[in-house]
Nanobody
């Protein structure tokens, strides 16, 4: 069982930046960020493969968000720039033991508790 702990959420103005962190208690094949607003489905944000560092991004965040990893710390980060009010959501870290690497929610085995990001207009 892998535990995931997110941090770094908060309140920021439109155009600002935030950096989310996710610390994992063990190594998995891939990790990702999703986000979810009340009453809506969980939306894929970005994913990264531990072995190669390969990345994927959701269309709505391409060019603004960057996912990265620190192998020594078993941590993944999401740098969010040029934030918009529509980026307001609870952001969740996810990890896949099975090697899944993509935007399918059920491909991930472990989830963090979520961290709130609020972008004011």
């Amino acid at each position: 069982q892998v535990q995931l702990v997110e941090s770094g959420g908060g309140l920021v103005q439109t155009g600002g930046s935030l950096r989310l962190s996710c610390a994992a208690s063990g190594r998995t094949a891939a990790m990702a960020w999703f986000r979810q607003a009340p009453g809506k489905e969980r939306e894929f944000v970005a994913a990264i493969r531990w072995s190669t560092g390969g990345t994927l991004y959701g269309e709505s965040v391409k060019g603004r968000f960057t996912i990265s990893r620190d192998n020594a710390k078993n941590s993944v980060y999401l740098q969010m720039n040029n934030l918009k009010p529509e980026d307001t959501d609870v952001y969740y870290c996810a990890a896949s033991d099975r090697g899944f690497y993509g935007d399918y929610v059920n491909g991930y085995d472990y989830w963090g508790q979520g961290t709130q990001v609020t972008v004011s207009s």
